[in-house]
């Protein structure tokens, strides 16, 4: 009878071990599922900033599509002027510093004024406004950002300089017009961009900055679109690469508030 | 906030719903500030509360300074006549989709009040996600995350593709107007910053969800009360009369119509902000949206009450989001406006407590409100007129 009593004893000991181990283990897995899940949450939530929801959820449900669709967007293509010259006489790590802080200078003045970078090129940003979501105000954002580039690479050159570093130079070209937004790329490197004139022509008009000795330049389009408090200085009409017709262009000197 | 009105709704039958396979995470890592507003009391407000619903939420010391949120927080919450089943989980969609993590805790926690288990309510939040729900729901669901975005709003196809599965036009301008009252909802909890806590803690917590069973009887006439139609709502009020008449009459045949008309009157007539303050903010969310008919509405409301704005003078305004004829108050709050038709949470909050700086607390309450009722508006107006 003893025995009987304590062989089920250990049996229920047994069990309950067993079924508080297997408990723990569910509720570990259960955890790190939630954790997981969190995760990609917050991953989804981080590619909504490159793509729209919307394509980002058609991802997940579907994979990637070749969707795409006609919007009308500003594109601001920056390069930095000089850099090759610099990467020849700085070592390679205080170039990619250099290089690092620059564009997270850069991207902050662009996010802060509602623009997304859609591309690195090298040195090079291509950033698009009002291609992720409708933006009426897009040209005024654009060129607001490009001013903000401005004065962070003015800030950023006294850093440089203080360190003894060599400074950095930008020209930046925007246009607007329509162009076609969609996942491009191949399967093993993909990314949300703007293909179409429009973008081909903000980089040849960045181009231009060298043979204007200018910083940010627009063209018409953009012009027409914006606030008249921008200050702006027109430049002869100039034939760029691959486009008929010469390109009105307009140099940018400032913002005045009070105009 | 929303009534529990889910027990019928199903879920697909190729989603069983097992407890260890819930997986759907909270918006608690979404970044979220402490609250904007000023804690005030407003004793003639609490009454209201109590009278309307048998309590007073704790976020009415936020709205005291200005109470037709208040009155619109609690009387657009009424029960539908067409989609009566779908208002719960459309609250906890939308919600989640603006990531407004004061409206998404209360949902939870008002469907557990209301008898839902929290695996069936992320169940269903998951199916919702990966598409596995019944096609009216599912077809439903897609309707009003696009007026909840507008990126692209809703179009003819998709009230077509509603009708196919049951919908009529009544019950699609129900979709609308509902979807409405939860971006209305989710704009001020947001905008303001009303504190999440509470709701995800007692969520989330094993020990507090057992105070669930005597929540459910303190809150059982709260939730029975907004079920029904309230009574204070004059029935004899012309729809087509008043600010944005064109709307509140093309919803004529909804139960609900007076009260956003009682509502529009309301925001109007108080005193926090000049009525033309009210109108320019309607017409940048409008143009925001590319709501055409709201921004011409918006137009006429302030040509009416200033004629210094022309034609001209408003079309550089709204293009430009300034001119010699704002006030600084203006001045400071078209840029915000802006800024709640999209957004990330912790980032409009950043710039709602700059804004706040620069304002008195009641007309920053009331920037918030009507910045909310503006979207909510264009966005109906987006829903029921579509291109």
């Given at each position: 009878?003893?025995?009987?009593?304590a062989v089920s004893?250990?049996?229920?000991?047994?069990f309950?071990?067993?079924?508080?181990?297997?408990r723990?283990?569910?509720?570990?897995?259960r955890?790190?599922?939630?954790?997981k899940?969190?995760?990609?949450?917050?991953?989804q939530?981080?590619f909504?900033?490159?793509a729209?929801?919307?394509?980002?959820?058609?991802?997940i449900?579907?994979?990637?599509?070749?969707?795409s669709?006609?919007?009308?967007?500003?594109?601001l293509?920056?390069?930095?002027?000089?850099?090759?010259?610099?990467s020849?006489?700085?070592?390679p790590?205080?170039l990619?510093?250099?290089?690092?802080?620059?564009?997270e200078?850069?991207?902050?003045?662009?996010?802060?004024?509602?623009?997304?970078i859609s591309?690195?090129?090298?040195?090079?940003?291509?950033?698009?406004?009002?291609?992720?979501e409708?933006n009426p105000?897009?040209?005024?954002?654009?060129?607001?950002?490009a001013l903000?580039?401005?004065?962070e690479l003015?800030?950023?050159n006294?850093?440089?300089?203080a360190?003894?570093l060599?400074?950095?130079s930008?020209?930046?070209?925007?246009?607007?017009?329509?162009?076609?937004?969609?996942?491009?790329?191949?399967r093993e490197?993909?990314?949300f961009?703007?293909?179409?004139?429009?973008?081909n022509?903000?980089?040849?008009?960045?181009?231009l900055?060298?043979?204007?000795?200018?910083?940010?330049?627009?063209?018409?389009?953009?012009?027409?679109e914006?606030d008249?408090r921008?200050?702006?200085?027109?430049?002869?009409p100039t034939?760029v690469r691959?486009?008929?017709e010469p390109?009105?262009?307009f140099?940018?000197?400032?913002?005045a508030e009070n105009? | 906030?929303p009534?529990?009105?889910?027990?019928?709704l199903?879920?697909s039958?190729q989603?069983p719903?097992?407890?260890?396979e819930?997986?759907v995470p909270?918006?608690?890592?979404?970044?979220?500030?402490?609250?904007?507003?000023?804690?005030?009391r407003n004793?003639?407000?609490e009454?209201?509360?109590?009278?309307?619903?048998g309590?007073?939420?704790?976020?009415?010391?936020?709205?005291?300074e200005?109470p037709w949120?208040?009155?619109?927080?609690l009387?657009?919450?009424i029960?539908?006549?067409?989609i009566?089943?779908?208002?719960?989980?459309?609250?906890?969609?939308?919600?989640?989709?603006n990531?407004?993590r004061?409206c998404?805790?209360?949902?939870?926690?008002?469907m557990?009040?209301?008898?839902?288990?929290e695996?069936q309510?992320d169940?269903?939040?998951e199916?919702?996600?990966?598409?596995?729900?019944?096609?009216?729901i599912g077809?439903?669901?897609?309707?009003?995350?696009k007026?909840?975005?507008s990126?692209?709003?809703?179009?003819?196809?998709?009230?077509?593709a509603l009708?196919?599965?049951?919908?009529?036009e009544?019950a699609i301008r129900?979709l609308?107007?509902?979807t409405g009252?939860v971006?209305?909802?989710?704009?001020?909890g947001?905008?303001?910053?009303?504190?999440?806590?509470a709701?995800?803690?007692?969520?989330?917590?094993?020990?507090?969800r057992?105070?669930h069973?005597?929540?459910r009887l303190?809150?059982?006439?709260t939730?029975?009360?907004l079920?029904?139609t309230?009574?204070?709502?004059d029935?004899?009020?012309?729809l087509?009369d008043g600010p944005?008449?064109?709307?509140?009459?093309?919803l004529?045949?909804?139960?609900?119509?007076r009260v956003?008309?009682k509502i529009?009157?309301?925001?109007w007539a108080?005193p926090?902000?000049?009525?033309?303050?009210?109108?320019?903010?309607f017409a940048?969310?409008a143009?925001?949206?590319?709501a055409d008919s709201?921004e011409?509405?918006a137009r006429?409301?302030?040509?009416?009450?200033?004629?210094?704005f022309s034609?001209?003078?408003?079309d550089e305004?709204?293009a430009n989001?300034a001119?010699?004829?704002?006030?600084?108050?203006e001045?400071?709050?078209?840029?915000?406006?802006?800024?709640t038709?999209?957004y990330?949470?912790?980032?409009v909050?950043r710039?709602g407590q700059?804004?706040?700086?620069?304002?008195s607390?009641?007309?920053?309450?009331?920037?918030v409100g009507?910045?909310?009722l503006?979207?909510m508006?264009c966005?109906?107006?987006l829903?029921?007129?579509p291109?």
């Amino acid at each position: 009878m003893l025995l009987l009593a304590a062989v089920s004893l250990l049996m229920g000991l047994g069990f309950g071990f067993a079924w508080w181990r297997g408990r723990a283990q569910l509720v570990r897995v259960r955890t790190a599922l939630r954790a997981k899940a969190g995760d990609l949450e917050s991953l989804q939530l981080a590619f909504s900033r490159f793509a729209p929801e919307e394509i980002v959820e058609r991802i997940i449900a579907s994979g990637v599509s070749s969707q795409s669709e006609r919007k009308q967007a500003t594109v601001l293509f920056a390069d930095l002027v000089g850099f090759t010259t610099i990467s020849e006489h700085v070592e390679p790590d205080v170039l990619v510093r250099i290089l690092n802080g620059y564009f997270e200078r850069m991207s902050g003045a662009i996010t802060e004024h509602r623009g997304h970078i859609s591309t690195l090129i090298g040195d090079g940003i291509l950033a698009l406004f009002g291609a992720l979501e409708p933006n009426p105000w897009q040209g005024n954002d654009a060129v607001h950002a490009a001013l903000a580039m401005r004065g962070e690479l003015a800030a950023y050159n006294r850093e440089l300089d203080a360190e003894g570093l060599p400074t950095l130079s930008v020209g930046i070209g925007l246009h607007s017009g329509s162009g076609v937004s969609g996942l491009v790329g191949s399967r093993e490197l993909m990314q949300f961009t703007l293909v179409g004139r429009v973008v081909n022509l903000a980089a040849r008009v960045q181009d231009l900055t060298r043979q204007f000795e200018v910083d940010i330049l627009l063209t018409r389009a953009v012009q027409q679109e914006i606030d008249k408090r921008f200050v702006l200085r027109e430049l002869p009409p100039t034939r760029v690469r691959g486009i008929e017709e010469p390109v009105q262009i307009f140099a940018v000197e400032g913002f005045a508030e009070n105009r | 906030m929303p009534a529990g009105r889910l027990p019928g709704l199903q879920t697909s039958p190729q989603a069983p719903c097992t407890p260890e396979e819930i997986i759907v995470p909270s918006l608690e890592n979404v970044e979220w500030l402490p609250p904007i507003a000023d804690r005030t009391r407003n004793s003639e407000l609490e009454h209201y509360a109590k009278r309307e619903i048998g309590s007073t939420p704790q976020y009415t010391a936020f709205l005291a300074e200005c109470p037709w949120i208040m009155h619109a927080d609690l009387e657009f919450d009424i029960g539908g006549s067409h989609i009566v089943d779908l208002q719960d989980l459309i609250y906890l969609i939308v919600s989640r989709d603006n990531s407004c993590r004061f409206c998404h805790g209360a949902a939870h926690l008002f469907m557990r009040i209301a008898g839902m288990p929290e695996a069936q309510i992320d169940q269903l939040e998951e199916d919702v996600e990966t598409a596995r729900i019944e096609p009216r729901i599912g077809r439903a669901m897609d309707f009003v995350r696009k007026i909840s975005r507008s990126n692209p709003p809703p179009t003819r196809d998709d009230h077509v593709a509603l009708r196919d599965v049951g919908f009529d036009e009544a019950a699609i301008r129900e979709l609308a107007l509902f979807t409405g009252v939860v971006i209305f909802h989710n704009r001020f909890g947001t905008l303001l910053a009303l504190p999440p806590e509470a709701a995800e803690r007692v969520n989330r917590s094993r020990f507090e969800r057992l105070l669930h069973i005597p929540l459910r009887l303190l809150y059982r006439n709260t939730l029975a009360r907004l079920r029904v139609t309230p009574k204070d709502v004059d029935q004899s009020l012309p729809l087509k009369d008043g600010p944005f008449g064109f709307l509140t009459s093309a919803l004529s045949e909804l139960p609900h119509n007076r009260v956003l008309r009682k509502i529009l009157d309301e925001a109007w007539a108080s005193p926090n902000l000049p009525a033309r303050t009210k109108a320019l903010i309607f017409a940048v969310i409008a143009r925001g949206l590319g709501a055409d008919s709201c921004e011409r509405e918006a137009r006429n409301l302030l040509a009416a009450e200033d004629p210094a704005f022309s034609e001209g003078v408003v079309d550089e305004l709204i293009a430009n989001l300034a001119s010699p004829l704002l006030s600084g108050e203006e001045a400071s709050i078209l840029p915000y406006v802006r800024e709640t038709i999209r957004y990330r949470p912790g980032v409009v909050q950043r710039r709602g407590q700059a804004l706040r700086d620069s304002l008195s607390n009641a007309a920053f309450l009331e920037t918030v409100g009507t910045a909310a009722l503006a979207n909510m508006v264009c966005r109906i107006a987006l829903a029921i007129e579509p291109r």
